[in-house]
């Protein structure tokens, strides 16, 4: 704590104390650090609550009508979302007590197709982590994005994994896949099947980008052939990301051009704006993506360019 800080806190406790009768030669240092240490504690165990009655955290249901993601991944909401199942095939969602296991119908369907494609490459299941609240907006902790129901984290464990009850599945052995030096891969769990597993994702045509720890991607761009590299452009390494991969989808083609108001009272101003018809637009205003996909102009150009 700043000394500055320290010394006016410090004669305001006097103060208060020889306001109530008693003599300042009474007062040890001790207890006027105590005293500044609980009322700092107060404070952050206030903000704290308020961060956890927000809105966005306290919502247990989508808004009705259609699905939309609503401005961008970090700065969003998400209308008429859909839950993934606790269990599909080639996956299971895990930490359902957070109530983030809710997406845009889009992102949904990605992970049904990737657990389908998994299997069929003779991976076992992934463990599907946060994906958006059921309203979406900002998480009160863990995550800047995951706020549109375009963002997916799915975790790099692939070994053989027993039917999880409820309970089971809040806490789930999730090891790293990065050795301690932060530089390079653990080769005894960053394997064949992960790279499988990161190669499926990528060429699923609805997403945009997987961010990566930057181990990994330089473990890829060191272990595969140059002909093998033309789907490392959509991993993008970000710090974390050791243990999961984060997906982000494009902007689904339903998306409305608007930004996302704060819920009020109810949500219910959340409900209103979803209900409203969007004007089409071709790049969404959140996150400035193209809709639709990748294959049109300038993506099209890039991808014959580096085939
Ligand atoms: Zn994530």
């Keep these: ?117 998994a299997q069929q490459a003779g991976l076992a299941p992934f463990y599907v982590g946060d994906m958006a609240q059921p309203r979406g907006g900002p998480m009160s902790s863990g995550h800047g994005s995951h706020q549109n129901g ?32 932060k530089r390079d891969v653990d080769p005894e769990r960053f394997g064949r099947r992960q790279v499988t597993l990161l190669r499926l994702a990528a060429g699923d045509a609805r997403v945009d980008r997987i961010f990566v720890n930057p ?28 243990e999961h991969f984060h997906v982000r989808l494009y902007c689904p083609a339903d998306s409305p051009p608007s930004p996302c108001p704060l819920p009020g009272g109810e949500g219910s101003s959340l409900l209103k704006v979803c209900s409203t018809t969007p004007r089409r637009s071709r790049r969404c205003a959140g996150c400035g993506l193209r809709r639709g996909g990748p294959w049109r102009g300038r993506y099209r150009r890039r991808a014959r360019r580096r085939a």
């Design 215 to 242: 181990a990994i991607k330089r473990a890829l761009c060191d272990q595969l052939a140059p002909t093998e590299r033309g789907w490392l452009h959509r991993l993008r390494p970000w710090y974390g990301h050791d």
């Design 1 to 117: 704590m700043p000394l500055e800080i320290y010394l006016i806190l410090r004669s305001a406790v006097r103060r208060v104390s020889k306001d109530a009768g008693w003599c300042c030669k009474h007062i040890s240092t001790l207890t006027v650090e105590a005293t500044i240490v609980a009322a700092v504690i107060s404070t952050l165990a206030a903000t704290a609550a308020v961060a956890a009655d927000s809105p966005w955290s306290t919502a247990r249901t989508p808004s009705a009508g259609p699905a939309r993601a609503i401005g961008g991944p970090a700065s969003g909401c998400l209308a008429g979302a859909a839950a993934l199942p606790a269990d599909g095939v080639g996956f299971s969602a895990i930490r359902l007590s957070r109530h983030r296991n809710f997406g845009h119908p889009d992102t949904i369907a990605f992970v049904e197709r990737l657990g389908k494609a």
């Design 150 to 181: 375009t963002d997916v984290d799915i975790w790099f464990n692939l070994d053989a994994k027993p039917n999880l009850a409820p309970e089971a599945r809040e806490e789930v052995d999730l090891p790293s896949m990065v050795l301690a030096n």
